[in-house]
């Protein structure tokens, strides 16, 4: 990535910003006006985003806060279809809002997936210094570029806009498939929080758009990514860290214990021994069947045991059996999901086709 020339030399104790970072265009830190068409601008803003697939939302000049309700991440698509609506957008900074912020909803666009953005933060007022594995970065940037590094990878190359604050937006399409990612602030336990002073804006959130004009900072949000560059698919180092890791896969339940004694204590029958040995070369034929073999064996187990049931009943009950045959389908590489679908069909079977006398 080719070197940009500073703007100014920061002083000694200020901490590095986006602005004087390799990779982003240069832009002028003169105090930007806002112009006399502003209201023109912010629609034509809004209704690009929306021909774009992206709903829009007014926010305030003053805190940025959402002006209109209905856009949280349980809102349904009804509520949704209004910040979506052109006719409704061009009237909202027509009139009312004229004035207001574009804020871009992320996490749900028209098609049902829209934005994820990374907010690199700034450190704010006497923030104490990054320790520990963030220890020498100055602000979000820092973090997200050690997290690259860490992974191996590049600095992501996306839609990408420098906020009033000296942070910056980093904007991807939400991933094609999975769960759609959410909202994090900062450093946190699960994901998608990621890192101090990285936030992650998703399904329910909302950043405000380049091209609107910060009066407290004096900035402009400007877009420093190459004007054809649209949001990119997020890498996958960083779709990695921003989705929750699988749990770890459940151990196999191990298989009750085969009744080898009928109620009271008395002496199993030879028919209950015999139900007991059965249950046990059904399980034990079942847990070393191949692939081709697993659900025929393992039906057939289910309906021997089936048939079996009312010669022995206190030992080839049906929960025992289930448990049996599902630890050994288990081992044999089946699903759960599957395996349980099995066996009670092979056993319904079992039953009935004992109830009519086949063999």
Not at 240 to 267: D, H, I, N, T
Not at 272 to 287: I, K, P
Not at 319 to 326: D, F, G, H, S
Request: net charge neutral.
């Amino acid at each position: 990535m080719a070197e940009s020339p500073q703007v100014s030399t920061p002083a000694p104790h200020e901490p590095p910003t986006p602005r004087q970072r390799s990779g982003v265009d240069a832009l002028s830190t003169a105090v930007a006006s806002p112009t006399a068409n502003l209201t023109e601008q912010q629609r034509a803003v809004a209704l690009v985003w929306v021909g774009r697939g992206v709903p829009v939302i007014p926010c305030s000049r003053t805190d940025k806060g959402a002006l209109v309700p209905g856009f949280g991440r349980d809102a349904s698509p009804e509520q949704l279809s209004k910040f979506s609506d052109p006719e409704q957008v061009r009237a909202w900074w027509s009139g009312r809002f004229k004035r207001a912020h574009v804020g871009l909803l992320t996490g749900r666009g028209t098609d049902g997936r829209g934005l994820v953005v990374v907010d690199l933060d700034m450190p704010k007022g006497e923030s104490k210094p990054l320790e520990g594995r963030w220890s020498g970065c100055h602000g979000g940037t820092d973090v997200l570029e050690r997290l690259a590094q860490e992974a191996g990878a590049d600095w992501p190359e996306t839609y990408s806009v420098l906020t009033p604050s000296g942070g910056m937006h980093l904007y991807f399409q939400q991933p094609a498939d999975g769960p759609l990612i959410g909202c994090a602030t900062g450093e946190g336990p699960t994901a998608p929080h990621i890192g101090p002073m990285v936030d992650v804006r998703g399904i329910g959130g909302y950043v405000i758009a380049a091209g609107s004009y910060s009066t407290a900072q004096g900035r402009m949000y400007e877009r420093v990514s190459a004007p054809e560059l649209r949001p990119q698919p997020l890498p996958g180092w960083l779709l990695e860290s921003l989705r929750p890791s699988a749990p770890p896969a459940a151990p196999p339940r191990p298989p009750a214990p085969v009744c080898l004694y009928a109620p009271g204590g008395r002496r199993a029958t030879r028919e209950e021994r015999y139900a007991a040995a059965a249950l046990e070369g059904a399980a034990e034929d079942v847990g070393q069947a191949v692939e081709g073999e697993r659900n025929r064996r393992l039906f057939a187990a289910a309906r021997r045991l089936g048939e079996l049931h009312p010669t022995a009943p206190a030992v080839l009950d049906e929960t025992t059996v289930r448990e049996q045959l599902l630890a050994a389908a288990l081992r044999s590489g089946q699903s759960e999901r599957e395996a349980l679908r099995t066996i009670r069909s092979g056993w319904e079977r079992g039953l009935a086709g004992h109830g009519a006398g086949a063999a």
